[in-house]
């Protein structure tokens, strides 16, 4: 499959100015939506920040890391966020408040954090090679607790993790596929898969290149995977056949990811130059092309809806575009599914 001709942006790409979020004083690192459309941010800048999704107004900042974050995820409810830092350490938050609940400590950077769709666990993962399972529900409660008896400020003591699966190289990302399954992306190319009952490796995938970028999109219906200059799609319930997967423009080998629309038949990628594009799911066609970041672009996700989607660069901005419908038919998952598989 010949790979998709990067072209300058097209007028109508042009005419779309997207939000811009400022704040942040350093390249970012992640982002992620709550299915409630709130957006946080991991940066260099040790600030994670909290934002309403649509509109990209701040609603507050996380302070507290020593060192640049990595990582920053929100539980389904957005009640907690959890940040892993390079500072060794994770921290567990109150959304509402801001306020530290607890931190769990590590003997290394930390990479990538993730809640289980029930937010009753959280995995860790990072240069110590090791995926870690936090039970974190007994956390949460015991801040209710204090909550309820009026007291603040309080931190909860963290708990021993659950499980402790080593992997041979260091890990980048780990996304939750499941209340049973777990992926991690490891920095050889490798894409592993957990078993979170078991606590056991069920299989490996193995890309061409270091991965940069992971997402379980579609409530975990689909794997995808950024990795040196390609983008891969894994069908999570079909024994992780591979979908598709598409030459890109851009390199990932530094920074970047991509993320596919949670309905429509398109994904978007960004990496190593300034400009944000949108490809066709099924054929790999380049459809848009949107330009204004002002440094590479280091992380982005679609919303939760699809109407939009945020991209995170090197230049400390956060900027939010809205999702063109006509540039690609939509098509629904089921569709999707049926005609790539």
């Known amino acids: 499959m010949s790979s998709p001709v990067a072209s300058p942006p097209s007028p109508a790409a042009l005419r779309q100015i997207p939000v811009v979020c400022p704040g942040h004083s350093r390249p970012l690192a992640e982002l992620h939506y709550s299915r409630s459309n709130l957006l946080i941010s991991a940066c260099h800048d040790k600030l994670p920040m909290l934002r309403h999704g649509g509109s990209g107004d701040w609603i507050g900042t996380f302070e507290g890391h020593k060192?640049?974050?990595?990582?920053?995820?929100?539980?389904?409810?957005?009640?907690?966020?959890?940040?892993?830092?390079?500072?060794?350490?994770?921290?567990?938050?109150?959304?509402?408040?801001?306020?530290?609940?607890?931190?769990?400590?590590?003997?290394?950077?930390?990479?990538?954090?993730?809640?289980?769709?029930?937010?009753?666990?959280?995995?860790?993962a990072g240069h110590e090679k090791l995926l870690r399972v936090f039970d974190v529900q007994g956390v949460k409660e015991q801040l209710q607790t204090y909550k309820a008896e009026g007291r603040t400020g309080i931190v909860v003591l963290p708990p021993p993790p659950l499980a402790e699966m080593p992997t041979v190289q260091q890990i980048r990302k780990v996304v939750v596929l499941s209340d049973?399954?777990?992926?991690?992306?490891?920095?050889?190319?490798?894409?592993?898969?957990?078993?979170?009952?078991?606590?056991?490796?069920?299989r490996q995938l193995k890309v061409d290149a270091d991965v940069m970028d992971m997402e379980a999109s579609r409530d975990g219906q689909v794997l995808t995977v950024a990795a040196g200059k390609q983008v891969y799609f894994y069908d999570v319930k079909n024994d992780f056949a591979l979908l598709n997967s598409f030459p890109m423009p851009i390199s990932f080998a530094e920074e970047g990811g991509a993320s596919l629309h949670p309905t429509e038949s398109k994904f978007v990628a960004g990496g190593?130059?300034?400009?944000?594009?949108?490809?066709?799911?099924?054929?790999?066609?380049?459809?848009?092309?949107?330009?204004?970041h002002h440094g590479p672009v280091r992380c982005l996700r679609y919303s939760p809806s699809g109407d939009s989607f945020a991209t995170g660069s090197e230049d400390g901005t956060i900027r939010i575009w809205q999702n063109d419908s006509k540039s690609a038919a939509a098509t629904s998952v089921a569709d999707t599914a049926t005609n790539s598989s």
């Open 180 to 202: 049973r399954l777990a992926a991690t992306g490891e920095v050889d190319g490798t894409v592993t898969i957990w078993d979170l009952h078991a606590y056991t490796q069920t």
């Open 67 to 124: 060192g640049a974050v990595w990582s920053a995820k929100l539980d389904n409810e957005a009640e907690f966020a959890a940040t892993g830092s390079a500072d060794f350490s994770v921290k567990i938050w109150d959304a509402l408040t801001g306020d530290v609940v607890t931190t769990l400590e590590h003997k290394h950077v930390v990479k990538s954090v993730a809640f289980t769709s029930d937010g009753a666990r959280l995995l860790t």
């Open 272 to 292: 190593s130059d300034t400009w944000v594009r949108v490809f066709d799911f099924k054929t790999g066609e380049l459809l848009e092309t949107h330009k204004g």
